[in-house]
């Protein structure tokens, strides 16, 4: 008998279970988010049941808002945290936390940009053998130092660039003393012995490596923030292209570039923009990090596009909707023109990731001229609804009218620009 009635009881909470899970207001009320945020004077609305109602047990007034049968609607009027309360026949079921951001502005980019990079000391992409009397060896090799790492310092003695290492060279190979390195690897970093040789041919005492200290390349600006005069392009890492590992920055500058041709992009091969350095190559800006999210630094001139000059407020990551958008971009000259492009999707992230968007050049001017995307494009900003989403990253290789795109909100964040800030709990 209890068997019997424990089957019944199950089977109908189950039965329960499932129309419930199909019960229209159920999944709107499952849809409501725990948390919202927003700008301020900003608006937006949520799906709600109608036997659902909000209580605002805060007195602040940092939201507003507006509650029909089918949705709330809400405002955001001040900077600060507040809370709403959702009921059903009087009793509490969800909190919603809101947290509304002070307005915030900047400036966009498209700019057609030169970037050199100068590595922390010189870096080791490669070995060869060095001709001794006797036999055909790597020193640097024999010394366990591998591609990707970075020669810090010789004997005690900072190294800047490759300049600064021949002389350290010479004089060990003819005092046969070994030379002491300091090597960063990755986050690890050690001591290692290495002793030159003489290589018969060439007659000069040779590491065995091949070294590099610094690397050039062209981008595009994504942003500009007046007040910091903080920026940042590309929206993803510079890589060295024989490694093919990030380059670990010690400092670096970036100069204003114009783009002399496009090799059109198509299916299994990427286009490119050729440019070449401003004839000045003066200065505009340094580069003091490069990450995932692209290069950072701060500029030293104000700088505009000609086509959106005035700053322009930011979209969430949360915020971006699938559907028509722009990029600024130059393929000639040093023009910034926007092109018509289409978010294919975007996913909401709570934490920095690269690829947070999927992108679709529609644009028949742009797709005539470059094939869709194409390198050097990297950093371009996206405009959505008269507001900045994100930056072009990477195209698809066997599609370059598609690619993916980094949220702004993480770029803004790599810069070391707090949209977080002033937003302290108010009293309730």
Known sequence: MYEQLRKITGGILLVSLLMLSVYKPFQQYIQIPNSITLFEGQEQSIAKASAVSVFKPSSSENIGFQESEQAISLQGKFAGKDKLILEIAGFPVKQVDVNVLKNFKIQPG?????????????????????????SKLSPGEAAEIKVGDIITSINGKKINNMADVAPFVDEAGKKGKPLALSIQRGTEKFETSLQPLLDQKEKAYKLGLYIRDSAAGIGTMTFYDPKSKKYGALGHVISDMDTKKPIVVEDGQIVKSTVTSIEKGKNG?????????????EVIGNITTNSPFGIFGKLHQKISNGVFDKPMPIALSNQVKEGPAQILTVVDGNKVEAYDIEIVSTIPQKFPATKGMVLKVVDSTLLSKTGGIVQGMSGSPIIQNGKIIGAVTHVFVNDPTSGYGVHIEW?????GINIYEKTAEKAS
């Open 269 to 281: 091969a990427p286009g490119e923009k050729l440019a070449r350095f401003s004839s000045d190559r």
């Open 411 to 415: 770029m803004l964040h790599e810069a």
């Open 110 to 134: 498209g700019q057609s940009i030169g970037v050199k990079l100068n590595t922390l000391g010189v870096l080791v992409v490669g070995h060869h053998l060095v001709s001794a009397k006797n």
